[in-house]
């Protein structure tokens, strides 16, 4: 029985073993959790049988540290869950390692090679579907402009031009000249000129007349009529219509000066934008804090594309572990809780870095040392048993 006991020791000492030999192995490998051995004494009846490892416990609660790798692709997960791929056979597989990369079919993918499950664009404020995401790596068509915004401070203490009748090619007969960029249908670029001009009287007014890409003003014109406070009404706008030419659509869009101004100093001009854009080739892709998956254009544009998911489970310590890192659900971790990051249970991410191991080398290494003494220390009562059983048999 002796035998049995010691022997027992040793098959439990050297699976625990195992598990230290793979923590202090992947002390450097993203994402990895630790594992412990846990002894657990054996009998038969009342009769001591030994010893045996009732369990493995993943350290899945500890997160590892934070390394910096400056990528824009790489993401760390501070708290709980996991980012779901979907492998070749179709099994969900969760992972902390969150080091994405879109593949030639411009699918987001992550180490692995697996398709990284998330939400489509937002619509109407609600997120889109749950599965692959798919980022738009071709040409994404111009936009024409809509809308003109211009915010500004118009000098009250300009005086009024001293050409009275105005004239576009005389910078006497106004006060000041801005630009602005539109896009009419086909993504081709066009300079609105708006031409300041300040009244005699009333002297709380500005009159703006408009040309467009340097050629003759047209008929309209917009008069800004500002209260003793020097500002304008809620809601001040000029609807204007530019037609480029033949094979293009005209540009109609409206001109907001909502909060421009009308007071004593420099003139001023704070906001001058405009919501169209010319077509734009794929350039890349980029992970937001909040999740969401932003693919960038050679016109300068950014469109989120799709919004990365976090699982959270009940149990994420009974989690099964495969290969690259990743785990599988099963009956015991229960069923995953999907949903975006820092909402509910999920953590937040850290872009441009990545979750080290959660290995403890100093503790591991005495553990080694533990071990080796228990396993010393089982050997020594097999020699001794032997040694017994070799007297016993020299008696008889």
Known sequence: MSFNIALSGI?????????????????????????RANFASVYAGDQANG????????????????????????????????????????VMQYTRVGIFSANKDGYLVDAAGRNVQ????SVNG???????????????PAVATTKVAYVGNLSYDWTP????????????SYNMVKQSVVYDSVGTQHTLSQYFVKAATPANTVTVHYAFDGGAPVAATKTLT?????????GTIQALTYNPGAGVDPIAFTLSYDGTTHVSGEATNTTNSSDGYASGSFVGVELAQDGSVVAKYSNEQRQVVGTVAIATFPDEGSLA?????????????????????GVGLAGKLSTGTLEGSNVDITSELVGLMTSQRNY?????????????????????
């Open 226 to 234: 500002f209260n003793t406070k020097g500002e304008l009404p809620a």
């Open 126 to 140: 609600a997120l889109g579907v749950m599965g692959d995401i798919k980022i738009p790596t071709g040409q994404i």
């Open 161 to 172: 031009p001293t050409v009275a009748t105005f004239d576009a090619t005389n910078d006497k």
């Open 321 to 341: 572990q495969t290969s690259d890192t990743s785990w599988i659900a099963n009956s015991t971790s229960g069923a995953p809780l999907y949903g975006t990051p």
């Open 11 to 35: 098959q439990a000492i050297n699976e625990q073993l195992e598990a230290v030999s793979n923590n202090i192995a992947n002390a450097g490998t993203y994402g990895f959790k630790s594992s």
């Open 376 to 396: 010393q220390a089982n050997s020594k009562v097999i020699t001794t048993e032997n040694q017994m059983m070799q007297a016993l048999m020299q008696a008889l």
């Open 51 to 90: 010893v045996e490892v009732a369990s493995l416990t993943q350290n899945i609660g500890q997160n590892g540290g934070l390394i910096n790798t400056g990528r824009s692709m790489d993401a760390m997960i501070q708290g709980r869950g996991f980012f779901t791929s979907r492998d070749a056979q179709g």
């Open 118 to 121: 998330g939400y489509g664009p």
